[in-house]
């Protein structure tokens, strides 16, 4: 299926092909009529055709703003302001002057949502520092060095450390185009080429960032590091494996159903990048260099045993790379704790007990980008769930707080509601919510779900547990379910469970999927809400850990990039001193009525340990059924999340937050993707 857009526009000259200017112009008359998607449309297809056009990424920056997309939005107005500085046509609106200019830059790169470890990226120059010893061991340097895969912090490094040399970085995303381009204003050497070029005698190319596991396949053989190092150790990691494997028998407990077993079968991965550290891991067996190989080889597998050193459960393989250089090394290891430092967990179809001196076989495969991993010479049971996907699914099933949660509220729902109301279950994911409202004594439950990988999940659910007479499962985008006798919905829906939460309540488009449901008839005031109302609680607080993570307090990143904010789970973070108790900012009633897409409030938090100035805001939600408290993602306390479901939300504020007598003034505000502080 496919979605094709045909941007023509009456104004556009017939005999001269229309230029990035044409699209502006058309795209600001569509948006002046109302037309958001043509005018939208029309102003990215101006990107495109010229990526220098300040007047463009602005207009496309406000309409995504005003639409509630505001990281989109923000991206696009600090290319704005980065594009008019060397803009010599002017194309900037008149209206707009030097100041507003700056103030709007200001203003996206504090909105901005940046990935969440590129700050922490930026703060470590140890792969940076490693390069510049690498390329200082070559006896003459080519006068130009290609720069591939930067963060913007490599780039800066090696044009500092060779000033007479040209450092061509190759354009990557308009993010990060847009970080180097900050980073290395001062950079004389510094060039820009739109694609790699074949690579020559007087040309050396370095890979500005470490990518696992095929990056050097693309590679010449003139690169810079010389070779990738694959490692290896065996583990054991009760976190990793419920991050991938649904304990089956918990899960039956927890809804009363007989049969879950198909949440496990098509849930599991072969392997889960990870950040090892965060999980609990302990090592079974010594590090193991598994695989060397050079530029322009790539990786495609290796075969080898390992002595298991420590008695333990199994789970699987832990694999990293590391890189060698004339005599350098670099290595991406469990012990390098920062937040982009990445490992792949390869799993066991199922735990092994082992013994010091074991031997176990591992057979290490790539296939396509996926890497695989054949234990002992055991077939692996087949996968049907591309493990690319997102692992929450697996660790939601196993949240056996949340379960009980929607098990129970359900449950006072049907108390009070006809066995035969229609109940729509809204972005069902695997069925878990619609199985528990079958359970509940409804027998007429609507689940849709818009990706159909996940809904064949659904589908085997309710077969297994016989509930086909009880829940009909649509494969749809709820934006184009219909209403109406023999159509997926035959009316409005009398019970709405839902559960469109992430971390962030707003993170996952809550609000705009809710408001949809609305206007299209698919709930309303007569609508019974489970849960029918969240809250979000905060507390001001410090942690040097968390500020140096978001590249708070670095120079070379706290003036631009820093994260709206990081997702972690504080209740592991041993150095958060809170400064205020925790308290409730905002109430969000679910009455049937379209809600505000965003807004914003001011709030005062009382102090109980006051700080002079302090940097972090940590907020989290809970979500009610009634007056009772249904179920709460706070750092401590009950019920706690087993794996980290949903962690927390930790707000960097830049220029910090000091005490008045009534306590820290914060100014909370929403927008349709997430809250902000």
């Known amino acids: 299926k496919a979605t094709v857009s045909v941007l023509y526009c009456p104004s556009m000259s017939e005999t001269k092909p229309p230029d990035a200017s044409a699209y502006w112009r ?4 569509s948006l002046k009529k109302g037309d958001q998607q043509r005018g939208i449309a029309l102003l990215q297809h101006a990107t495109k055709l010229d990526s220098g056009h300040a007047g463009a990424w602005l207009s496309l920056g406000v309409a995504l703003a005003g639409l509630g997309q505001t990281g989109s939005g923000a991206v696009c107005l600090a290319m704005a302001t980065v594009k008019a500085q060397a803009d010599s046509q002017g194309r900037w609106p008149d209206t707009v002057g030097p100041v507003a200019k700056t103030n709007l830059h200001s203003m996206a790169t504090k909105n901005m949502l940046w990935p969440t470890n590129l700050a922490s990226r930026l703060s470590d120059p140890s792969y940076s520092n490693f390069l510049v010893r690498c390329l200082q061991k070559h006896p003459s340097l080519p006068n130009s060095l290609t720069l591939v895969h930067s963060t913007g912090l490599e780039t800066k490094t090696l044009c500092t450390a060779f000033p007479s040399h ?3 970085t190759v354009q990557t995303s308009q993010l990060m185009n847009l970080v180097e381009a900050n980073m290395c204003a001062s950079c004389s050497n510094k060039e820009v080429v739109d694609e790699m070029p074949t690579p020559t005698d007087s040309e050396l190319v370095v890979l500005g960032s470490s990518r696992f596991p095929a990056v050097q396949s693309s590679m010449p053989a003139s690169c810079v590091p010389e070779t990738t190092v694959v490692y290896g150790c065996l583990v054991e990691s009760k976190d990793l494996w419920d991050l991938n494997f649904v304990s089956v028998q918990n899960l039956e407990t927890d809804t009363g159903c007989s049969d879950m077993s198909a949440a496990c079968e098509g849930l599991k991965g072969r392997s889960r990048p990870v950040t090892s550290y965060k999980w609990g891991v302990k090592q079974l067996s010594e590090k193991v260099e598994m695989k060397e190989y050079g530029s322009g080889e790539g990786f495609h597998g290796v075969k080898t045993k390992i002595t298991v050193t ?24 469990p012990d390098k704790e920062v937040p982009h430092v990445v490992q792949f967990m390869l799993y066991r179809d199922s735990v092994v007990s082992v013994d010091v001196d074991d031997e176990v076989g591992v057979d290490v495969r790539l296939d396509g980008e996926q890497l695989e991993c054949t234990f002992d010479e055991v077939a692996p049971q087949p996968i049907t769930l591309d493990s690319r996907l997102p692992p929450y699914h697996a660790v939601m099933l196993n949240d056996t707080a949340r379960t009980v949660a929607y098990r129970d509220g359900l449950l006072q729902v049907a108390e009070k509601s006809s066995s035969s109301s229609l109940v729509l279950d809204l972005g069902c994911g695997t069925g878990l ?3 528990l409202a079958a359970k509940a004594g409804f027998q007429n439950v609507v689940a849709v779900e818009r990706f159909q990988e996940i809904a064949d999940i659904a589908e085997k659910l309710i077969t297994q547990n016989e509930l086909q007479d009880s829940i009909k499962l649509v494969v749809k985008h709820s934006t184009d379910i219909v209403v109406g006798e023999g159509s997926d919905m035959p009316k409005q829906a009398d019970v709405m ?13 809550f609000i705009p999927a809710y408001n949809e449901a609305v206007r299209k008839g698919l709930i309303g005031k007569g609508t ?10 905060a507390a001001v607080a410090s942690s040097e850990s968390l500020c140096r993570q978001g590249g708070l307090h670095n120079e070379a990143t706290s003036s631009f990039i820093i994260p709206r904010k990081l997702e972690e789970d504080v209740a592991k973070i041993k150095d958060v001193k809170y400064h205020t108790q925790p308290e409730v900012v905002w109430e969000v009633d679910l009455t049937g009525e379209l809600l505000p897409i965003s807004g914003s409030r001011s709030v005062t ?3 109980t340990n006051p700080s002079p100035t302090a940097h972090l805001v940590i907020y989290w939600f809970d979500f009610l059924n009634g007056d009772s408290a249904l179920y709460s993602t706070q750092p401590t306390g009950t019920p706690a999340t087993p ?11 830049p220029e910090g937050v000091a005490p008045s007598e009534e306590g820290y003034g914060l100014k909370m505000s929403w927008a349709a993707d997430r809250v902000m502080f």
């Open 26 to 29: 058309a795209g600001q008359q």
């Open 166 to 168: 040209t450092v061509a």
């Open 433 to 435: 919510l619609s199985v």
């Open 643 to 653: 794996v980290a479901h949903w962690v927390h939300n930790i707000e960097l504020l």
């Open 497 to 509: 469970v839902h559960e469109i939460f992430g971390t962030d309540p707003l993170s996952e488009g």
């Open 310 to 333: 420590q008695k333990g459960e199994c789970a699987g393989l832990l694999v990293w790379t590391g890189f060698r250089h004339k005599g350098e090394e670099y290595e991406l290891g």
């Open 605 to 607: 938090l009382p102090c």
């Open 528 to 537: 019974v809400f489970c849960p029918c109302k969240f809250r979000v609680w």
